[in-house]
C-alpha cells in the first residue's frame, strides 16, 4: 500500500511564495509520474502540474505557468511544487497522486493541505 503525505501549506499574502512536500512510502510505489492537483470550495479538483519520475518533462496548468515549479527527490521518495506570487484564486487544498503508467489514473491521494491566499 502506497502512502502519500502532503504539507507545507499555510496563509500567505498575495505576491507570497509556499513549498509543498509530498513524502511517498511503500513497498509497492513505482510511479510513471506524479502530480499535484488542487481543489477549490464549490470547483472541480484540477491537475496544476506533473513530473515523470524518470526525466525531465513536465506539465503545468496555464493558470500556474511561470509561477510555480515541480520537482521531486527520487532517493527520498518526495515530491515538490514551489509556489511564487501567490494569488487570491490559488486558495484551494493541494493534493498529490501518483500513477503507475499513464493508461492508469492517478491514485494514491493523500489527506491534502491547505493553502490560502489573502489578498
Known amino acids: 500500500q502506497v502512502q502519500l503525505v502532503e504539507s507545507g501549506g499555510g496563509l500567505v499574502q498575495a505576491g507570497g511564495s509556499l513549498r509543498l512536500s509530498c513524502a511517498a512510502s511503500g513497498r509497492t510505489f513505482n510511479p510513471y509520474d506524479m502530480a499535484w492537483f488542487r481543489q477549490a470550495p464549490g470547483k472541480e479538483r484540477e491537475r496544476v502540474a506533473s513530473?515523470?519520475?524518470?526525466?525531465?518533462?513536465?506539465y503545468y496548468a496555464d493558470s500556474v505557468k511561470g509561477r510555480f515549479t515541480i520537482s521531486r527527490d527520487n532517493a527520498k521518495n518526495t515530491l515538490y511544487l514551489q509556489m511564487n506570487t501567490l494569488k487570491p484564486e490559488d486558495t484551494a487544498v493541494y493534493y498529490c497522486?501518483?500513477?503507475?503508467?499513464?493508461?492508469?489514473?492517478?491514485?494514491?491521494w493523500g489527506q491534502g493541505t491547505q493553502v490560502t491566499v489573502s489578498s
Open positions: 497522486a501518483w500513477r503507475r503508467s499513464p493508461i492508469f489514473s492517478y491514485t494514491g
Open positions: 513530473i515523470l519520475w524518470s526525466g525531465s518533462s513536465t
